[in-house]
T-cell receptor, first 112, second 113 residues
Framework: SQQGEEDPQALSIQEGENATMNCSYK?????LQWYRQNSGRGLVHLIL?????REKHSGRLRVTLDTSKKSSSLLITASRAADTASYFC????????????FGEGTQLTVNP | DTEVTQTPKHLVMGMTNKKSLKCEQH?????MYWYKQKAKKPPELMFV???????INESVPSRFSPECPNSSLLNLHLHALQPEDSALYLC????????????FGQGTRLTVV
């Protein structure tokens, strides 16, 4: 079963604006990861946040984690047309071996 | 080399055919994954191999048969598939110790006719 749910399902913004995507999950996790997928091909890892962390930054990416609410958000600042892609959160379960389970995803469109 | 290589990129097969998908990585990762992804949906976990042993099978039908011949290779054998099995099949690998990020191949686009 899918662990995470994301909102919004689709997001359309103008270049230069910020994009925020949210992810909720159900069980205890070791970490939460965000991935990007272009045009239905392979996924690329963007950023990871561990269960004992609350916020991390990497370039134009900022991710937060609230374990009490079982939720995370990904912020992309100063978006570019090249950021157009699907974004998925993935949870690394605390129990259950190496299970890496993906949320429903957000389709981001950045208009030039 | 941070690449996961999947072959073939595209595959069309009949419902009575037998075919195999292949995945290879040389990063020394000891966990390897098969995911199935339908259009506009997230990747759905099928199988996980840890140290070349099957550790997770997400109740996948037996017409999908995984195999991990060594620490670098992962196969998915297909037999008697149904049209609804048409999807993008993704392979991934990651380290069991150290950084938990997963590396994905570009996938095999499978069409069952």
């Amino acid at each position: 079963s899918q662990q995470g749910e994301e909102d919004p399902q689709a997001l359309s913004i103008q270049e230069g604006e910020n994009a925020t995507m949210n992810c909720s999950y159900k069980t205890s996790i070791n970490n939460l990861q965000w991935y990007r997928q272009n045009s239905g091909r392979g996924l690329v890892h963007l950023i990871l946040i561990r269960s004992n962390e609350r916020e991390k930054h990497s370039g134009r990416l900022r991710v937060t984690l609230d374990t009490s609410k079982k939720s995370s958000s990904l912020l992309i600042t100063a978006s570019r047309a090249a950021d157009t892609a699907s974004y998925f959160c993935a949870t690394d379960a605390a129990i259950g071996g190496s299970r890496l389970t993906f949320g429903e995803g957000t389709q981001l469109t950045v208009n030039p | 080399d941070t690449e996961v290589t999947q072959t073939p990129k595209h595959l069309v097969m009949g419902m009575t055919n037998k075919k195999s998908l292949k995945c290879e990585q040389h990063m020394g990762h000891r966990a390897m994954y098969w995911y199935k992804q339908k259009a506009k949906k997230p990747p759905e976990l099928m199988f996980v191999y840890s140290y070349e042993k099957l550790s997770i099978n997400e109740s996948v039908p037996s017409r999908f048969s995984p195999e991990c011949p060594n620490s670098s290779l992962l196969n998915l054998h297909l037999h008697a598939l149904q049209p609804e099995d048409s999807a993008l099949y993704l392979c991934a690998s990651r380290a069991l110790l150290g950084s938990p990020e997963a590396f994905f191949g570009q996938g095999t686009r499978l069409t069952v006719v």
